[in-house]
């Protein structure tokens, strides 16, 4: 099975800055890969997605994440924190013919935005 | 995509009883899929759920504990069964969003504690 590593369960940062939510997996083969966004009792929100186009990839409200085969890594980034993005983030893996519906979860990051 | 309701939001249940989530998808589906996530822990696909058959359950999870329906295409039930602390986690429904890439919409979710 997949294994998703998601580094740091809660980050900080200042508003304006830097946003870097780092998510390793394991497979060898090139995975689907996703960010999900999770507002408070809300439902997982997509935020952007890896299929094997272009590996940086861009996805909704600023944020994009860079697909780096050698590493096997999916960081998340957003170049200026905004309050708004404080959230719990998830990066998930899909295997390529995997089954329908399954996907692997890291345990997520709590990003914690400060004024 | 479509719009996932889940009932209840959150429940506070005793040692022993059952508890019955439903989720109420406003398109029909094939697929609807049930996912736990336990404090701290990562979201662990439990079982599928397809209309006319009976649900296909992940390792680790078995119908008599997770007993599901599907009675229509839009619609689902999770049963847990017989619950203990251990139970107490937040579940999800989920239905596909992009066959293509496996990528999933999700409800916000069940929040269950048992005492």
């Known amino acids: 099975a997949q294994s998703v590593t998601q580094l740091g369960s809660h980050v900080s940062v200042s508003e304006g800055a830097l946003v870097l939510l780092r998510c390793n997996y394991s497979?060898?083969?090139?995975?689907?890969l996703f960010w999900y966004v999770q507002y408070p009792n809300q439902g997982l929100q997509l935020l952007l997605k890896?299929?094997?186009?272009?590996?940086l990839v861009k996805g909704i409200n600023g944020f994009e994440a860079e697909f780096k085969k050698s590493e096997t890594s999916f960081h998340l980034t957003k170049p200026s924190a905004h309050m708004s993005d404080a959230a719990e983030y998830f990066c998930?893996?899909?295997?390529?013919?995997?089954?329908?519906?399954?996907?692997?979860f890291g345990r997520g990051t709590q990003l914690t935005v400060w004024p | 995509s479509a719009v996932i309701s889940q009932k209840p939001s959150r429940d506070i249940c005793q040692r022993g009883t059952s508890l019955t989530i439903q989720c109420q998808v406003d398109s029909q589906v094939t697929m609807m899929f049930w996912y736990r996530q336990q404090p701290g822990q990562s979201l662990t696909l439990i079982a599928t759920?397809?209309?006319?058959?009976?649900?296909?359950?992940e390792s680790g999870f078995v119908i008599d504990k997770f007993p599901i329906s599907r009675p229509n295409l839009t619609f689902s039930t999770l049963t847990v069964s017989n619950m203990s602390p251990e139970d107490s986690s937040i579940y999800l429904c989920?239905?596909?969003?992009?066959?293509?890439?496996?990528?999933?919409?999700f409800g916000a979710g069940s929040r269950l504690t048992v005492l």
């Open positions: 998930a893996v899909s295997e390529r013919g995997s089954t329908l519906g399954r996907l692997y």
């Open positions: 497979s060898s083969v090139p995975p689907y």
């Open positions: 890896y299929t094997s186009a272009a590996t």
């Open positions: 759920a397809n209309q006319g058959s009976e649900a296909t359950y």
């Open positions: 989920s239905v596909i969003q992009d066959s293509g890439a496996n990528v999933l919409t």
